[in-house]
């Protein structure tokens, strides 16, 4: 692998395997906006959601070699199946034969670390692909944190398709949310808080809060993760040195750049232009 200078800053990554990323580098870079930025979307082998752990593993790690080649000196996996299914052994395994100075960070564990300042009554739930729900990274995140707290995992199959297929707007899609939200509150009623386990999800969240009782918070994860990047930067000035700051952002994609460039205008409210690439 031709990796570019270690001491060489460059962008901050963030990967996902579609556009769902974009959530969580928007929090970023609404909080941090003088660094520079580099999306990458996986959409050409999009979703994640309904693939093997070995899969998604072997197709993340080559999205973070590609982006450690582009000049990343971080990378934010800002995609729950990813994290829950990559982020281990892709920092047990392989930073430390190919880039041991470099770093890969999920959004799970930040998640985690937050949830106890919105719960009262210690009851979660935690919609998801069912990737990230069978995995149980959550649970397991969770009660090594929270050890009397009680996690339920609900999975929304469908929710991902709503969003990308530009559906989650309209009325078809009132019956997927309510259905997803009544059967996790059905499990378990005490549920004070639910958490948007997907970063496609917050563009649902008009319909979500439409149909969540009043009672229960919703927790998105774009700003959770920003501010923990933001500390964790603070914490490891060598990293931030490491980060360039020109206040750029580049997009690129797996799949058409036109593609890529109409969606994610969706999801960011405001015009983008996306290069392909291939891993």
Request: charged share 25%.
């Amino acid at each position: 692998m031709n990796l570019k200078d270690i001491h060489t800053p460059g962008p901050i990554g963030v990967f996902d395997s579609g556009y769902g990323g974009l959530t969580i580098l928007e929090g970023i870079r609404k909080l941090m906006p003088g660094n520079d930025y580099l999306y990458l979307g996986d959409n050409a082998r999009a979703p994640y959601g309904t693939r093997s752990f070995e899969v998604v593993y072997q197709f993340t790690r080559q999205a973070v070699v590609k982006m450690f080649e582009l000049g990343c000196q971080l990378v934010i996996l800002g995609c729950n199946t990813a994290s829950a299914k990559a982020l281990r052994s892709i920092q047990q395994l392989d930073l430390p034969q190919i880039a041991p100075d470099r770093r890969v960070l999920g959004v799970i564990r930040p998640t985690v670390e937050a949830i106890g300042n919105y719960t009262r009554t210690g009851h979660i739930g935690i919609f998801g692909t069912p990737g990230t729900i069978r995995s149980e990274s959550y649970n397991i995140e969770i009660a090594k944190l929270y050890p009397d707290y009680v996690t339920t995992g609900q999975e929304c199959p469908l929710w991902v398709p709503l969003v990308e297929n530009r559906e989650f707007d309209n009325p078809g899609a009132d019956y997927f949310v309510e259905k997803y939200i009544d059967t996790l509150l059905h499990r378990d009623p005490l549920i004070d808080t639910a958490l948007l386990g997907c970063t496609h999800y917050p563009l649902l969240l008009r319909k979500i809060r439409k149909h969540m009782p009043p009672q229960v918070r919703i927790v998105t994860q774009g700003d959770i993760v920003a501010r923990s990047l933001r500390d964790y930067l603070e914490r490891h000035p060598e990293m931030a040195a490491r980060v360039s700051r020109n206040g750029s952002t580049e997009y690129l994609t797996t799949e058409s750049a036109e593609k890529f460039s109409e969606t994610g205008s969706l999801f960011l409210a405001k015009d983008i232009k996306a290069r392909t690439i291939t891993l």
